[in-house]
């Protein structure tokens, strides 16, 4: 891959693992320095030694309200700018609605949407300050139809959805750009959640996307001329709806 987005300085949250991950590795291909923002510190400290210093960790727990507030200014503090913010973090819930426990279904819509909401925001407010960027949220597959066995995880991605199209509206008139990408089932650790029947189905019938194509649309995505927003890409393995 070209270096289109040297000189760039990006920032994936949930970005050491998964859909993230994937994301974080296509821009350092294509030139971009990487503020890796995740939890897990000792996988952030795996890939600052694989990848070098274009790789920039951050450890932080977006659940923490407090740790929350302090992510773009974190992101600030260690590289001076931020050209590109993906809102990847999430949690995945699914099953019967019934047998969902409270604390849990609270846990996954406060990471789901209330934290995207809010690092947006700031997200946006510093790139209106600058003059531009572009922004991309982890939705899914499930914002677009009622996924029977996840209620709670396809709610939180239709209210994120919206969302996203809402902002973008706002930010536009500002160079600003914001879009979603709504994967299908992708090959992840989040997939451990799932019933096993249905993840078994899955597998078998080659019904799961690898992160590294949902990178490629992120990467198309941000590469289009200043003058298009992709707002939304759904994606989906082809035999998906057989």
């Not at 296509?26 to 030139?31: E, F, K, S, T, V």
């Not at 659940?63 to 973090?89: E, S, T, W």
């Not at 239709?158 to 930010?171: E, G, L």
Request: glycine content about 8%; charged content about 20%.
């Amino acid at each position: 891959m070209t270096a289109v987005l040297q000189g760039k300085v990006a920032a994936v949250t949930g970005g050491a693992s998964g859909i993230g991950l994937a994301s974080t590795e296509a821009m350092l291909a294509a030139g971009a320095r990487v503020v890796v923002a995740d939890r897990d510190d000792a996988a952030l400290r795996a890939l600052r030694a694989r990848h070098g210093e274009a790789l920039v960790p951050l450890a932080i727990d977006l659940l923490d309200a407090a740790a929350c507030k302090q992510l773009v200014p974190g992101i600030l503090a260690l590289a001076g700018r931020l050209d590109i913010f993906h809102a990847n973090a999430g949690l995945y819930l699914g099953g019967d609605l019934v047998d969902a426990e409270a604390d849990a279904i609270d846990r996954m819509l406060n990471l789901n949407v209330n934290v995207v909401m809010k690092n947006v925001r700031d997200a946006l407010a510093h790139m209106i300050s600058a003059g531009g960027g572009d922004i991309i949220v982890t939705s899914s597959l499930a914002a677009h139809f009622p996924t029977p066995w996840e209620p709670v995880y396809a709610a939180s991605k239709w209210a994120i959805d919206c969302f996203v199209q809402t902002t973008r509206r706002q930010a536009f008139r500002h160079g600003v750009r914001i879009g979603a990408i709504s994967p299908g089932p992708v090959a992840t650790a989040l997939l451990a959640d799932w019933p096993e029947d249905k993840l078994r189905e899955a597998k078998e019938s080659g019904s799961l996307l690898p992160a590294s194509e949902v990178a490629e649309v992120v990467m198309f995505m941000l590469t289009r001329p200043r003058g298009m927003t992709i707002r939304d890409v759904v994606m989906m393995p082809s035999n998906f709806d057989l």
